[in-house]
């Protein structure tokens, strides 16, 4: 049987977050994951403030910042009336080192923080089956044959994953009533849109569009109804009507990419039973609505790799548990309300309501939005 400090089931962002961090700090650890290599995956776009300073603290945001989209402006629009609104994120300066959104691909940054950890902590096509726990430690066995002990094991292993089931801790699932399109296309839409940086939401009476910049091509968001089949909503003539609505003056613009998927909400009910913790989309799923989910995740493995050590070294059991409270409030007072609150807005007043906000309401509107309020929430003091 293979031993280590620390056992982490899942090799995404937050997994692979997690395990530098903790090795950085001393940790032996071992990460398992269930695929044959890392994703490569089309998800995450948006990168906030304090998940920047995170990695940049990690030792892997400077190679990877001139590949990405620097966003420094967040445009409101009324596609019908013209209205707008905007806010400079620069007004961030003091609090963060990188007061500015950062758009990149999720698969660009796992393979930067994998490159990182040392060699041989991670394994592949070792997805965790089963799980004993006792009063010293936790025994995992992967699909490979292979088992390992450790004295904690965190389930970062996604939505799908298998921890949080194997250690007992029941999830508060319910979906959103949508699904969203997502179209790719080349076209630099800073030349079609007056004030567009790289995130524009466009509005009309009843509906809206979220245009991202990303390092080689725009993003185009769009919801679709319940009762549309995705490939009813991919079809040519419902994609051109969609960028048509919205962007007129550029309906015959080129697609390279379209895809749906569909957004869920859940939350695991405990971020802790015993020596098994989670962290990341195994604890939490929101809409992807302002780019919040990863960074969560990553701000629970940074929150935890600060905890994890300290009790490792002989700290009361008491500050974990201290940890798994904290983030999980974050979760349910914060994260998913703030998410459904987004997707709640209505088009109809948003481009006038973020219009309206005073320079002091528009700093705690960036400060929320950019989860530094959130972020080092379970520090240990
Ligand atoms: C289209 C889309 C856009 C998004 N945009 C954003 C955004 O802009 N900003 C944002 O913050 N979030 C965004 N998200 C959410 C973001 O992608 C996730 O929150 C993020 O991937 C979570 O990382 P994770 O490491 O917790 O889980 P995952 O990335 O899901 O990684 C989990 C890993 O665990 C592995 N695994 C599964 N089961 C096991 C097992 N039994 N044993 C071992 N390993 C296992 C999986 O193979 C996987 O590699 C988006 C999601 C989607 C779908």
């Given at each position: ?10 090799a995404g962002p937050v997994g692979l977050a997690l395990a530098l961090a903790l090795t950085q700090r001393g940790v032996a650890v071992r990460v398992l994951e269930k695929r044959e290599g890392l994703s ?110 450790a004295r904690y094991a965190v389930g970062c292993d996604g939505a799908s994953g298998a921890l949080r089931g194997l250690a007992g801790i029941p999830a508060e699932t319910n979906a959103y009533a949508h ?171 948003e481009v006038s309501r973020m219009a309206a906000l005073t320079p002091a309401e528009q700093l705690v509107w960036a400060r929320e939005a950019s989860m530094l309020d959130l972020a080092r929430v379970g520090?240990?003091?």
């Open positions: 049987m293979d031993e280590t400090e620390v056992l982490i089931a899942g490569a995956a089309s998800r995450a776009s948006t990168f906030h403030p304090p998940t920047l300073d995170a990695l940049h603290e990690l030792g892997v945001l400077a190679p990877l910042l001139p590949g990405g989209v620097r966003v420094d402006r967040i445009l409101w629009r009324r596609v019908d009336s013209g209205a707008a609104a905007t806010i400079d994120l620069g007004i961030l300066a003091g609090e963060t080192g990188f007061p500015f959104r950062w758009h990149r691909e999720q698969q660009d940054l796992t393979p930067a923080l994998a490159a990182a950890l040392p060699a041989g902590c991670l394994r592949f096509g070792a997805g965790v089956m089963a799980l004993a726990q006792d009063a010293a430690g936790v025994t995992l066995r992967a699909a490979d044959g292979s088992t390992h002990r699904r969203v399109l997502r179209l790719l296309t080349p076209l630099d839409l800073r030349q079609v849109v007056p004030g567009l940086d790289g995130l524009g939401y466009l509005y009309d009476e009843t509906g809206s569009c979220s245009l991202l910049r990303m390092p080689r091509n725009w993003r185009l968001i769009f919801r679709i109804a319940p009762e549309m089949s995705d490939a009813e909503a991919m079809a040519e003539d419902h994609a051109r009507a969609r960028i048509a609505r919205f962007l007129p003056q550029a309906a015959g613009m080129e697609i390279e990419g379209r895809d749906v998927y569909g957004v869920t909400r859940a939350m695991a009910t405990a971020y802790r039973a015993g020596r098994v913790l989670l962290a990341g989309d195994a604890a939490h799923l929101t809409n992807t609505r302002g780019g919040m989910n990863m960074n969560a995740g990553i701000h629970d493995a940074m929150t935890l790799a600060a905890t994890l050590p300290r009790v490792l070294g002989g700290a009361p059991e008491q500050l974990l548990q201290g940890w798994a409270d904290s983030r999980l409030a974050v979760v349910r007072e914060a994260l998913l309300p703030r998410t459904d609150s987004r997707v709640a807005a209505s088009p109809a007043e520090m240990p003091s």
